[in-house]
């Protein structure tokens, strides 16, 4: 899960970054409204958390220019105003949920949770793919019932494929997820991960979930290719890095 935090409060900011982290996700944070707006044009993310007190403009105003750009990224608002006329009209422009100041940070990450689960089409934490099951709470991966353990990064690539079922995901698409454009490796070490990641799933009975669409990058389908895209496997190998990948 990649998350944008624009949060006024610094100390607020650090420890939902820290818990956020904790639970494996990649946190790009901000205290501008107008900064936000702008790493929304050039990045992916999966939720916005969005204070409504920022030094620049109003988190409100933040909604508004989202949607009206036609960006559907999810909207939580962590506020400390309390009125209902607050949330009515955070969540009449367009925001998802509204969760006032304090909060506890065990449900402000369930209802992240839950918020990114509904706008991939899920309503339940757990996908099933074929024989493989994935928590997107627990983050943990079953081939038929089976704990598979993987990496953060393995898991990390998973889920992205898995939650975006169909898709053809570039390599670079997965630095971005993984990274966050901050001290990005080679590309080449996605192969790496994808590599270890297929060895694992085909040792547990899971082999040929993830697919090689040559030249554009990744895809996981359970139903049979259709409009030419046929997955196309790679040998279970490691490419070789460089020293200073």
């Not at 993310?45 to 933040?62: Q, S």
């Not at 006329?85 to 925001?95: I, N, T, Y």
């Amino acid at each position: 899960m990649r998350v944008l935090l624009v949060e006024e409060d610094l100390i607020a900011a650090r420890g939902i970054t820290l818990m956020l982290k904790a639970a494996g996700a990649v946190v790009d944070q901000t205290d501008s409204g107008e900064d936000s707006l702008e790493l929304l044009r050039h990045y992916e993310y999966d939720i916005v958390v969005l204070d409504l007190a920022l030094p620049d403009i109003e988190g409100f105003e933040v909604v508004r220019r989202m949607r009206v750009a036609r960006n559907d990224t999810p909207v939580l608002i962590l506020s400390g105003l309390t009125m209902p006329q607050a949330r009515v009209k955070a969540l009449g422009l367009g925001a998802d949920d509204f969760i006032t100041k304090p909060y506890d940070k065990a449900e402000l990450l369930a209802r992240m949770q839950a918020i990114v689960r509904r706008s991939k089409g899920f309503s339940q934490p757990t996908v099933r793919l074929g024989r493989l099951e994935l928590n997107l709470d627990s983050r943990e991966v079953l081939v038929d019932g089976r704990n598979v353990h993987l990496t953060g990064k393995e898991y990390s690539i998973l889920e992205l494929l898995v939650l975006r079922k169909g898709m053809v995901l570039t390599k670079e698409a997965f630095l971005n997820h993984l990274y966050g454009g901050m001290d990005e490796p080679e590309v080449k070490i996605i192969d790496v991960f994808v590599c270890k990641l297929r060895k694992k799933l085909a040792r547990a009975g899971a082999g040929g979930i993830i697919g090689t669409i040559w030249g554009r990058g990744y895809m996981v389908r359970d139903s049979a290719p259709q409009d030419g895209f046929t997955p196309v496997f790679e040998p279970l190998r490691v490419p070789r890095l460089s020293p200073a990948a």
